[in-house]
Nanobody
Framework: QLQLVESGGGLVQPGGSLRLSCAASGFTLDYYAIGWFRQAPGKEREGVSC????????NYADSVKGRRTISRDNAKNTVYLQMNSLKPEDTAVYYC????????????????WGQGTQVTVSS
């Protein structure tokens, strides 16, 4: 059974940093592109970043470009999202998701999802 587990969320002050992790169990991430999405209360789920299966290609939403770095360690079966210069509008539940297709910003292109981790940016 494919399972993704996010961790690393929490409460942070504006301008702070967090590193989210997405660990896979039951399957190897080697062949999957991994996306990070977020959903704030009352808003639709939006794509934040995505990394190709071999890590050679990454992309970011305009709203986070320059403040996020996505990376992967296939040996550890884990994908990371480094989040810097956090703003209150970054507050959301963050999800990772896997797809055998190419990277996409559309949630419907991803078939396996984690349960999410809460990120709250507040002073």
């Amino acid at each position: 059974q494919l399972q993704l587990v996010e961790s690393g969320g929490g409460l942070v002050q504006p301008g702070g940093s967090l590193r989210l992790s997405c660990a896979a169990s039951g399957f190897t991430l080697d062949y999957y592109a991994i996306g990070w999405f977020r959903q704030a209360p009352g808003k639709e789920r939006e794509g934040v970043s995505c990394i190709s299966s071999n890590g050679d290609s990454t992309n970011y939403a305009d709203s986070v470009k320059g403040r996020r770095t996505i990376s992967r360690d296939n040996a550890k079966n884990t994908v990371y999202l480094q989040m810097n210069s956090l703003k209150p509008e970054d507050t959301a539940v963050y999800y990772c998701a896997a797809t055998l297709k190419y990277c996409s910003r559309y949630a419907t292109d991803f078939g396996s999802w984690g349960q999410g981790t809460q990120v709250t940016v507040s002073s």
